[in-house]
């Protein structure tokens, strides 16, 4: 048998898809004019305090632009999740290794698919 059905980059992209949905979450909690859409000629999006998360998930994080990253865009890509996600302000005191929530499991898998495991 083969280690994977998926070759790295699909699982890579396949995990980008958790940060994307929390950022996705905290993003449409607010009214938007622009409907959630980063616009960088719309005043109101250059002055929102959810300015990053909007842009990443609305361009970087968007399935064409992960379709269409390189490889190491992709492990960069990774590690910002990882950090969006370890930044959580339910994971303030949670230990990664050991904990059972959602957030520090992605976090394990994570971890371990960036080490090529
Ligand atoms: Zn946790």
Known sequence: ???????????????????????????????????????????????????LECQARSEQLAEASLQAASGSRLHTLLQLGMEYVSYQPECYDHRPEECACDHCGWLRRTRALLAGD
């Open 1 to 51: 048998m083969s280690e994977s059905v998926f070759s790295e980059r699909e699982r890579i992209i396949a995990a980008l898809s958790y940060p994307r949905s929390l950022m996705e979450q905290e993003v449409t909690r607010r009214q938007c004019p622009e409907h959630h859409r980063y616009n960088d000629r719309v005043e109101a999006c250059r002055e929102c305090l959810y300015i």
